[in-house]
């Protein structure tokens, strides 16, 4: 384990142990805070309660299913704009202005669209992610350098052939990092729906235990979210330098 | 006198402006012969055009005026059968193994599976890589990488062999060895191989015949037969004769080279 | 004569904003008035409402929490990123857990937020300025750390004083870096801002759209809307001029071997 990943175990653990003695002492009252430990305990109960774990499986089948459509739109209409530039001249705007609109304001037509279930929240989460995934992969497409594209014509590979057995390939290798945002966004986009405006999962449980003044609900189910979110992004972080790395790394150096 | 391989004929290169940019005369009018299985090269100063000839003799850009004619066949913008080219910049596919890298064009072009594996084989043998064929072209050294290049290049048995600069990232000591792996290849393979360059030593010594050409655009400034026996290697260093040959290349190309770079420099 | 692939942004632009207009229309006669206003409705009721002394009050107060929560973001973060970029160590450790944070959906911790401030402007801010100040720690962090090292061994070279250094090497290397983070922060802090006005507010554009949301008000939902949008992406799109200005000044001026 490197020095660095050491030193952020530790500043982990010295922020949880500072809260710990703020909660203890008073400092920050129960009302607002229960202890670190406390709110452990409590999720040890959480997750023997059937409705929550329902609803937490719930809440992670929809970012699954955002991720995943989002990917799968956003790498096949990255494609399509990479090869139709004059379309992607004209909305290339739309894509970097895209994160300051805040999508879910689009969410009451999602509901007169798909009504009160929770293809709406997928819908917001998908529409959150894929734009990054667009994005990630026109950079991808337009990070194919020349000299390979040359190499191809020089063994005489047809335009489709190219596409399939060059760019394609190349392009691939920096979609992690849209994957990484994709599933980031994913999740944002899934729980600010759930939590402003809907009847389901995690984000509706922890407002409902907001406003029910049940801190022993509500922080457990924060710390199982913020918990999911970071595995997710790690695991992908990990699986990206393990397979990619050896086939990316030195690529800048000559 | 060994038959033509490459007739050129009065080939011309000049980039359309655009609306950001006047018209480039990059190049020519250049007439050339090169023979059947010779080795020549072209020096030149910097932005001469002989990049440029390169691509158009490879068919990878169109002339504007001129002809070019490869084994009978008019070249102009479309890469016919039987070249390969090496260009300086690393060209290996980063998501495929060594292997697959040099079985690339094999496949594309559907050879059966034992030729590809036998071809690819002796391929990895003859440029040292057998160590290397599951590694990933990241994992390796830029002079490495250049060899897995001229590997997926020489297993699709070419028979004009083009190279732009391929040792340019490369250390002195590295460039004079692959000069002799170079050769050994040119040998053993028996292709017309056409080589451009910077470095004058290299060009004096690898070559039947040098280019010299002229600042952009370019032309030919001379033609020079080198006389060296076609079993050679580095170890030319050592004749004297070399050193003339480099002088008389410098002679040429230092006006140039200071033209290229835009003024009178002093004496 | 400008060749064929020349681009002409003004009239993409219009282009663009047309066809949207069409498919809006279209979607419209589609799903109906309930679900869906038509566009020309939507434009006039939103300039209505921009009219409106009663929406005045709501409108500016997201406007006055916006500023001020970005201002924090900016002088929170900017000072924070660069610090922790400008120590090697603190910048290996800090760019991991920030880019984690940044991944977390922060609206989880907003109930911890309402707790600690309590429901109203502070709240508002506080989510505001979390949501903006992230992207503005890293992206600082980022322009500093990968400063290329020749920019600092020059300055050594030079014998440059460390404040003549940073003025005149390391802030104009690394602004460009810089400027995007801004940017990002500015749009996120929007976003945090409204969503922190969304729940548990009483004034606001957030506040406003809750309401609507909550009466199925869908004229009113899609011109606060299209208020929203149409400041959020002129912001956007001036920040992404300078940006680009920015980023292709640099480029010409980085000659990488």
């Given amino acids: 384990m490197s020095a660095v990943t050491r030193i952020q175990i530790g500043v982990l653990a010295a922020a949880c142990l500072f809260v710990e003695l703020l909660c203890r002492s008073g400092a920050i009252s129960p009302l607002t805070m229960p202890p670190p430990s406390a709110i452990v305990v409590d999720l040890g109960a959480i997750l023997q309660s059937k409705d929550m774990l329902g609803q937490i499986a719930r809440t992670l089948a929809d970012v699954a299913a955002a991720f995943v459509l989002a990917v799968i739109a956003g790498f096949l209409l990255g494609a399509g704009l990479a090869a139709l530039p004059r379309l992607r001249a004209v909305i290339e705007p739309i894509l970097a202005s895209y994160y300051a609109i805040p999508v879910f304001v689009f969410y009451p037509v999602f509901v007169v669209l798909f009504g009160l279930n929770h293809y709406p929240r997928i819908a917001i989460g998908f529409l959150l992610a894929v734009v990054t995934m667009i994005i990630n992969t026109l950079n991808g497409f337009d990070r194919v350098p020349p000299v390979l594209l040359k190499s191809a014509r020089v063994m005489r590979l047809g335009r489709v052939a190219t596409v399939r057995h060059v760019i394609l390939p190349f392009a691939a290798l920096y979609i992690s990092t849209g994957l990484k945002l994709a599933v980031a966004y994913a999740f944002i986009g899934v729980i600010a729906a759930e939590f402003i405006l809907s009847g389901d999962g995690m984000g509706y449980e922890i407002a409902y235990a907001f406003n029910n003044f049940e801190n022993g609900v509500m922080y457990p189910l924060i710390l199982v979210l913020l918990v999911v979110a970071t595995t997710v992004n790690m695991g992908l972080y990990a699986w990206e330098r393990r397979f990619l790395a050896r086939q990316t790394a030195h690529r800048d150096t000559s | 006198m060994r038959e033509p391989h490459v007739i050129v004929e009065g080939a011309t290169r000049i980039y359309p402006g655009t609306a950001g940019r006047a018209p480039l005369h990059a190049l020519g009018p250049i007439d050339l012969t090169v023979r059947k299985g010779e080795f020549f090269s072209v020096v030149g100063p910097s932005g001469c055009g002989k990049s440029t000839l390169l691509e158009l003799i490879a068919g990878l850009q169109p002339l504007t005026a001129g002809r070019l004619v490869f084994e009978g066949v008019t070249v102009n913008g479309d890469v016919p059968p039987g070249v390969g080219v090496v260009f300086q910049q690393d060209a290996s596919f980063p998501w495929l193994t060594v292997c697959d890298n040099v079985a690339f064009g094999l496949r594309r072009v559907g050879a059966p599976a034992p030729e590809i594996e036998r071809r690819v084989e002796s391929a990895l043998r003859l440029m040292g890589l057998q160590a290397f064929a599951t590694a990933y072209p990241a994992q390796l050294s830029g002079g490495m990488r250049q060899r897995v290049c001229i590997a997926r290049t020489l297993v699709l048995e070419p028979r004009l062999i083009l190279l732009d600069e391929p040792f340019g990232a490369l250390d002195r000591q590295t460039r004079l060895l692959m000069g002799d792996e170079l050769l050994r290849l040119w040998r053993a393979t028996g292709a017309t191989v056409v080589l451009v360059t910077h470095a004058l030593d290299e060009a004096a010594l690898l070559s039947d015949r040098i280019g010299v050409m002229s600042a952009r655009p370019g032309r030919w400034l001379e033609i020079i037969e080198t006389g060296w026996p076609k079993e050679r290697d580095t170890g030319l260093v050592e004749r004297p004769e070399l050193s003339g040959l480099t002088a008389r290349l410098w002679a040429h190309l230092r006006k140039e080279a200071v033209q290229a770079m835009g003024g009178g420099a002093s004496g | ?257």
Wanted: glycine share 8%; charged share 10%.
């Fill in chain 3, 1 to 257: 004569m400008t060749s064929p692939g020349a681009r002409r942004p003004v009239l993409d632009g219009f282009v663009l904003v047309a066809v949207l207009a069409v498919l809006w229309q279209l979607l419209h006669l589609a799903v109906g008035d309930l679900a869906l206003t038509s566009p020309w409705r939507t434009v006039v009721a939103a300039a209505a409402l921009l009219q409106s002394p009663d929406v005045w009050p709501h409108l500016a107060e997201t406007g006055i929490a916006l500023l001020q929560a970005y201002a924090i973001a900016v002088a929170v973060g900017l000072p924070v990123g660069l610090l922790l970029g400008a120590h090697r160590l603190s910048g290996d450790v800090a760019e991991p857990m920030l880019a984690a944070l940044y991944a977390i959906p922060k609206i989880t911790l907003y109930p911890v937020i309402l707790l600690i401030f309590g429901i109203g402007m502070p709240a508002k801010i506080a989510f505001g300025a979390i949501h903006g100040a992230v992207p503005i720690v890293l992206f600082s962090l980022n322009a500093v750390r990968t400063l290329d090292p020749i920019y600092l061994r020059t300055a050594r070279v030079l014998r440059l004083r460390p404040l003549a250094v940073a003025r005149t090497i390391l802030v104009p290397a690394a602004v460009p870096e810089i400027f995007t983070g801004l940017r990002v922060g500015f749009a996120l802090t929007l976003v945090g801002t409204l969503m922190g006005e969304m729940f548990g507010a009483q004034r606001g554009l957030g506040y406003l759209l809750m309401q609507a949301m909550g009466v199925h008000n869908m004229q009113t939902i899609l011109s606060l809307t299209l208020i929203l949008v149409a400041f959020a992406v002129t912001v956007s799109v001036v920040l992404l001029r300078v940006d680009r200005r920015l980023h292709r000044h640099r480029a010409v001026q980085t000659i990488t071997t």
